[in-house]
Every structure is written in C-alpha cells, then in structure tokens.
C-alpha cells in the first residue's frame, strides 16, 4: 500500500465487543487481514502472489493463513479519520500503511462475528517451516512476533 486513503474503510478485528477502539489500537484498509485479527493468533502467514497478463495488466492476490482458535468480532471506524489521527506501527513487518496505530480513541461499528475457515487455518509442519524461515534462513520471510510475510 504506497499511499493511504484515509476516507476509505478502516476495520479493526478483535475477540472481545466494545463501541470505542482504544488509542494506540491497530487499524488496516484490509478487511480480510483485521478479520484475521479477530482470531488471537500466535502465527500468520501472508502470501502475495502477483501475475502480469499478457495486456500488462498487473493483479495482485493474497492469501492468509493462521493458528487462531477464538471466533471473534469484526469491526469498521464509525467516525472520519485523518492523517493526525494514525501512524504507521513501527513494529510492523507488513508494507508500510497495511497496519497502523490510532493516535486516539476511535468509535467503531460492529460488521458481526467471525469464524475459524478451515482453509485458513496454519497446520504445525507450516508453522515450523515458517520459525525455521523466520529465524534468518528465508530472506523472502519478515518475523515479527511470529508473523510473517511471504512474497511469491
């Protein structure tokens, strides 16, 4: 994500209800990566894959896997929010505006619950290729309290 669009959809995942999102709180436009979040994990693996048409054209997927094992919530930012409000998280291993900090407390609307898809989920072999790989042995690999970000 190069540039934000901070009149875009923020959303916030997490496993507990609340109507106000706490300062110092993560936020992304990625709605698939927040509801992630909603999930407690310990580990999360995002592959990028992108393909170039024979046009030139340029489309980018991901795919996320994880090792959550709590249904959670899923939330949207009710309330306008702008450059003054957020900054990057400097802990982050994911692209530069993917995840950022609230520099105040933010109302938010619950979208509802989320559920565990079996086809995200992360089996052990994959969380210990990933440790292996996060430990310095992947350069393609970026760990950051056992999240990482694999590009294909």
Known sequence: ????DYAGPWYHGSASKFPILRKGSSITQDRDLA???????RNVSISVRISISDDGS???SQKIKHDGEVSGYLYRVAEDVGPEDLCPNPNSSLEPGKEMLTNRDLKVELLGPTQIVDEERLSEEEILKLTRKGKGKDQNHKPFNNWFIRSL
């Open 1 to 4: 994500m190069s540039e934000l």
């Open 35 to 41: 509801r992630t979040f909603s999930h407690n994990p």
């Open 58 to 60: 340029r489309r980018v």
